[in-house]
Each structure stands twice: as C-alpha cells, then as structure tokens.
C-alpha cells in the first residue's frame, strides 16, 4: 500500500510474517508448512483488485488472510466469492453482512453498522430511554449514511415509534442551528455521526442552551479531543461504541504479541492493526486444523462456520455460522467523566442482533 496506509499494511504483514514463521518452525499444520504471499494496495480499488486477482489467476492462493482493501473491499469481496477463496479478517468499517452473506469472507471485527446498531440496544437497556424522542443525524458519506441506516433498522425492530432522520453537508455544518433545533423538537436520544471536531461543536452548543441530551457517537469518529470538551453537564449523558476495549487483550494474548514483536524485532507500532493481523492469523490456523489434514478449501469454510465463541486472545469472542459472517456483531459502550477526562466502560459486549 502506497500513502497513508503504507505504515499499516507493514505493519500488519510484518506480524503475519512473524505468526507463520514460528507455525512453520514448529512443523506447520498437519506437516505443511504456510506460505505468506503478499499484494500491494494498487492507486485505487480497482488496481487493488486486479493485483489480487492476478496472484489468485495464478493457482497458488489458498486463503487470503487480514489485511488493508485500501477501499477495495466490495471489489476484493466479490473476487472471493467468484473464485471460492476464502478471505479471513479483512480490515474494514463496512462488513458486507447482507442475507444471505457471502460464504467466503470472514470479517472479526464489527463495522459502523454493527456498533450503530449495538448503541441502540444499548440505549433501549436504559429506563431513562424505553421510547425516547430519537433524532439520528449524520453528514454525507458512506461510513456515516451505513451508520445511521443501522439505527434506523434497530430503532424499528424493538419497538422505538418517533426517530427522525436528518442529513446535512459537512461543509455546511452549523451546529448552533442543530442544537436549537434538536431541542425545540424535544429530542432525547440522538445518534450523532459526524466527525471529532463536529461532536465537539454540537455538545459545546448543546451546553449553551442548558440542554443535556443523551448523545450517541461511534468512537472510530471521535477526535481524543473529546474528552477535554465534554462538559459536567453531561456526565453519564455521553455514550460512545468501541469495537475492542483493552481487556479483550488477555494475559496470555500479551504474551504472544510481546514474543512476536520482540523476536522478531517489530515495531510496536499500529498496535491495533497488528492485533487485527495477529488474530485474523490465528482464526485460519485455527480454521485449518478443525479442517483436519484432507484439506480443501470448502472444508475450511465449513471449519471456520463452526467457531462459536473462539478466543483469539486480543479481540472479543468470535462466533461465525452459515448465517454469521461477522466474528464480533456488536460492541462495547463507553461514557466519558468529565471530571476525570476518562473513559468509562459501561457496558458488558452488547451484541447487535
């Protein structure tokens, strides 16, 4: 990958590199030794593609495993089901989680959709929030438009009656405005996905007007700035969706990443996407050996459709089935203190059925 993905996509590969190695030191799976083939991102999705595609064309791709789709995700998607290859761990934001899903990809972690729809079941747990007046607002955007899609559905499969959608342009952003409105209309609940800096506005504008809704944010678009801005008012008012919280890393998951950063001398650095690769390794490895040694590439699909709470050791459990293609469906609320400017873990992990 060329650009500001570059740094990641080392990253990752350097931690796949290192996981194989010690596999195949120690005699492989069933005395077969891995062998790691890795793609560049190309300039764009469809050069992405077609570099995948060309290695695949080749016959010696077996599975494909984690990974940057550098925005070639539909594209590298659609490849894996016309070529029954399976895809195990793809970094994205937007899991292809339709009905029925595509048998060959295998995603870990949630999207926005998934953590969107985990914030509401969230909300609907609090008595404060059984019916509230709900107000889903979001710029343009795919990320955002799939995030507020997902509330909308949740919202009207328990129940919720009055959640009114609004759009704006991010270049046309007036949060003054927003916040008078939102109030005037007696919104209670809103789910806000705009970016770091637009958060910041609109609950600083909020607070202007002595108005303390509860706000719902995804945290893969809040800027750390947020918590130094939320106001006391807005204790336990603010609810943000993470798809991993540190304790999803446990003792022996440390253990394995120190090993493999030390040994092999990595840079400890993009610890998130060396966690994403680390684990996408593992949920093959474990894939194949549930496989058995007459291996093929159905029997792995079929192995990995049977994971059911399988522990990585540095993501929450994975659950996969012939209709769950999304190992993590859900995600875990956190509230800020604004007295502490911490977070604060509130929930449990809140599937998002």
Do not use: C
């Amino acid at each position: 990958s060329k650009g500001a993905l570059a740094e990641t996509g080392a990253a990752m590969r350097s931690m796949l590199a290192a996981y194989f190695e010690e596999l195949n030191t120690r005699g492989g799976i069933y005395s077969r030794k891995i062998e790691l083939r890795v793609v560049e991102a190309g300039g764009d999705a469809t050069a992405t593609a077609a570099a995948v595609r060309a290695l695949v064309r080749q016959g010696e791709v077996f599975a494909i495993v984690g990974g940057l789709g550098a925005g070639a995700d539909n594209e590298l998607a659609a490849l894996a089901r016309a070529e029954e290859i399976p895809f195990i761990g793809p970094s994205t934001l937007l899991p292809q989680a339709g009905s029925p899903p595509n048998r060959y990809v295998f995603y870990l972690l949630p999207g926005v959709a998934e953590q969107a729809r985990a914030l509401v079941e969230f909300a609907a747990s609090r008595t404060e929030l059984k019916k509230p007046r709900a107000f889903v607002v979001h710029p343009e955007g795919e990320l955002p438009v799939a995030a507020s899609a997902a509330v909308e559905e949740q919202a009207k499969k328990i129940g919720w009656e009055a959640v009114t959608k609004r759009s704006y342009s991010s270049t046309r952003f007036d949060a003054a405005a927003l916040a008078r409105a939102l109030k005037s209309e007696g919104a209670e609940a809103v789910f806000f996905f705009g970016n770091g800096a637009e958060q910041a506005a609109l609950i600083r504008e909020a607070a202007a007007l002595a108005w303390t809704p509860h706000v719902f944010l995804l945290g893969v678009m809040s800027g750390g700035d947020l918590l130094q801005l939320v106001p006391v008012g807005f204790k336990q008012k603010i609810f943000l969706a993470f798809p991993s919280i540190p304790s999803d890393v446990t003792p022996e998951g440390l253990h394995e990443v120190r090993g493999l950063i030390e040994r092999h001398k990595l840079t400890p650095r993009h610890v998130a996407s060396q966690l994403s690769a680390l684990a996408a390794a593992k949920t093959f490895v474990e894939g194949l050996t549930r496989a058995g040694a007459d291996l093929s590439r159905e029997r792995l699909v079929l192995s990995l459709e049977g994971l059911y709470d399988y522990r990585t050791g540095v993501t929450p459990p994975l659950i996969f089935g012939p209709n769950r293609r999304v190992g993590a469906a859900g995600a875990y609320v956190v509230t800020i203190n604004p007295e502490t400017k911490d977070y604060v873990t509130v929930s449990g992990w809140v599937k998002a059925n």
